[in-house]
């Protein structure tokens, strides 16, 4: 089993910057891919940024790109969303989640095994 703990939530202003952590404990090297997920209120539970490193990819939903990077340090089992420029419409809780396979895409949420509680983030426009 793995367990992810996420924190860095926050209430941000407009334009402003958090980051998020997940940190992943019990079977670490199982972990293939992990990604972040995000739910605004009263909306279902979306994409937000993905990584395979052992692949050397990562992926992004669009309306993060350039905003947001998803990275990784793999001594301190620990994966990162750096978020800049933050908007209003990206409150929502934040979620990590760990595959211990290859995906077939970042963005489907079916194919992960693991996942945080969820962090809360808030931003004020």
């Known amino acids: 089993q793995v367990q992810l703990v996420e924190s860095g939530g926050g209430l941000v202003q407009a334009g402003g910057s958090l980051r998020l952590s997940c940190t992943a404990s019990?079977?670490?090297?199982?972990?293939?891919?992990m990604g972040w997920f995000r739910q605004p209120p009263g909306k279902e539970r979306e994409f937000v940024a993905g990584g395979s490193w052992s692949a050397g990819k990562t992926d992004y939903i669009d309306s993060v790109k350039g905003r947001f990077t998803i990275s990784r340090d793999s001594a301190k089992n620990t994966v990162y969303l750096q978020m800049n420029s933050l908007k209003a419409e990206d409150t929502a809780v934040y979620y990590c989640a760990a595959s211990r396979n290859s995906l077939r895409g970042y963005e489907h949420d079916y194919e992960y095994n693991y996942w945080g509680q969820g962090t809360q983030v808030t931003v004020s426009s």
């Open positions: 019990g079977r670490t090297w199982s972990i293939y891919a």
